[in-house]
């Protein structure tokens, strides 16, 4: 028998896999006509699928009638809002992307800095900018096709470079003035909502279209995430009491469907009100119940992410000696809240889209104005309600895939899923 000298061996190279996927007719073989049913599947498809295309694209481009966009895109974005008032919403504007550019820059320059600390790499790659604000910039280059003048542009350029500027601020401001920062986020935002409301202003109940949607949907959130998270913890607490409580708000508020729930918001909550209480208007209703309705759910998400959490956590938490207070705040909490990140996304993006079924209390909200502007007298009786509807479905679509975008982007950043 020969035996060969280890040290004398030689070990042939290692096939190097290919640096990228299969390409061109090999990743058509692969993908579209592996086998036989695959194959009699793309023959099927793949023309029904280019006819769709082709049809829409003739449709968008050729036989579309978009004037009726070009004349009510101010309707589509603020509804019945006084034209002679719109100041006041370009000036809300302007607070909210000076606040926001300064929370971003100061979020960029904390996230630079941890990244320092524990000796990561923090480069970005040249093309994650458009990746992330692809959608929403996409959507703003599409109503520019349909501005007629050009001052909106002007403004909203203005407003870019506002946030542009306060971002680069906001890199410069020490960390250890973030709690500042967020102080006057908060109070930009109050800002905001005043210019346009305050001093003898607009009143909501004549908001509508996109303002009153986005209104809607960001002041929901903002309310009942802390509602929420509080009424899961509630449920786990130790007090039967409190954790009755708790049970009964959230079983009664997802058993409801929402339709009932706003109409009980506009036709009866009046009724239970002292006599000499002020009557909230139907937009401050409407907000009420969207917040009590959203907040069940994300008690309940944010309970599955406490009950998910491994009982080591606390009893680490403990042998610290922290406080129950300082356990939920800063172990338990954050832990769970992280593993239900794409739920909570999930419940904003339902939400984006739930608030459509205000206009069954009588507000204008964007889809409300979708199907009212076909009715008018220069339009009537033509069919456009594609054009409308087409329009509408971008802007939801483009919201709902950003906060999609987002949310994967914060999951990878916050290695959901990964040990």
């Excluded at 086998?35 to 599947?41: A, Y």
């Excluded at 607070?95 to 971003?104: C, N, P, R, T």
């Excluded at 006599?275 to 759910?297: C, E, G, H, K, N």
């Amino acid at each position: 028998m020969t035996t060969t000298d280890p040290a004398t061996r030689t070990s042939e190279p290692a096939a190097t896999p290919p640096s990228g996927g299969p390409t061109g007719m090999a990743w058509v073989r692969e993908n579209l006509f592996p086998d036989v049913w695959n194959s009699l599947l793309t023959l099927t498809l793949g023309p029904l699928l280019a006819w769709g295309v082709y049809a829409l694209g003739r449709f968008l481009f050729v036989t579309g009638r978009w004037e009726i966009i070009t004349v009510n895109l101010t309707t589509l974005m603020v509804g019945r809002f006084p034209r002679d008032q719109l100041f006041r919403l370009w000036i809300a504007i302007a607070i909210l992307a000076v606040v926001i550019g300064l929370a971003l820059g100061v979020a960029n320059s904390v996230a630079r800095a941890a990244a320092v600390e524990s000796g990561d790499d923090y480069h970005r790659p040249w093309h994650e900018p458009i990746r992330r604000f692809g959608p929403p910039v996409t959507l703003l280059i599409v109503m520019g096709v349909f501005v007629r003048t050009a001052t909106p542009l002007l403004l909203l350029a203005a407003a870019l470079g506002l946030a542009a500027v306060a971002y680069r601020l906001g890199r410069m401001i020490p960390i250890r003035r973030r709690g500042q920062v967020n102080l006057v986020v908060i109070l930009g935002v109050i800002g905001a909502q005043l210019a346009i409301t305050g001093f003898d202003g607009v009143p909501r109940s004549v908001w509508g279209g996109l303002l009153l949607t986005i209104y809607f949907t960001v002041g929901a959130l903002l309310f009942a995430f802390p509602l929420g998270v509080a009424v899961a913890l509630g449920r786990r607490s130790s007090l039967p009491v409190v954790r009755g409580t708790c049970m009964v708000y959230i079983e009664f508020f997802r058993g409801m469907p929402l339709v009932v729930l706003l109409f009980t918001g506009w036709l009866v909550l009046p009724f239970f009100l002292p006599p000499q209480f002020p009557t909230p208007d139907i937009v401050t209703r409407a907000m009420v119940i969207l917040v009590l309705f959203t907040s069940a759910y994300v008690a309940e998400i944010v309970r599955g992410g406490l009950q998910g959490l491994p009982r080591g956590q606390r009893e680490a938490a403990q042998a610290l000696g922290l406080s129950p207070w300082k356990q939920t705040r800063l172990i338990i909490l954050p832990q769970a809240l992280r593993s239900v990140i794409p739920a909570l996304v999930g419940q904003a993006i339902s939400l984006f889209k739930d608030t459509t079924l205000v206009l069954a209390v009588g507000l204008t909200e964007l889809l409300q104005v979708a199907r009212i502007i076909p009715g008018q007298e220069d339009f009537r009786g033509q069919g456009l309600f594609a054009e409308t509807l087409i329009f509408v479905s971008l802007i939801y679509w483009v919201g709902s895939y950003w906060m999609s975008r987002e949310s994967q982007r914060l999951e990878a950043k916050l290695g959901v899923g990964e040990r």
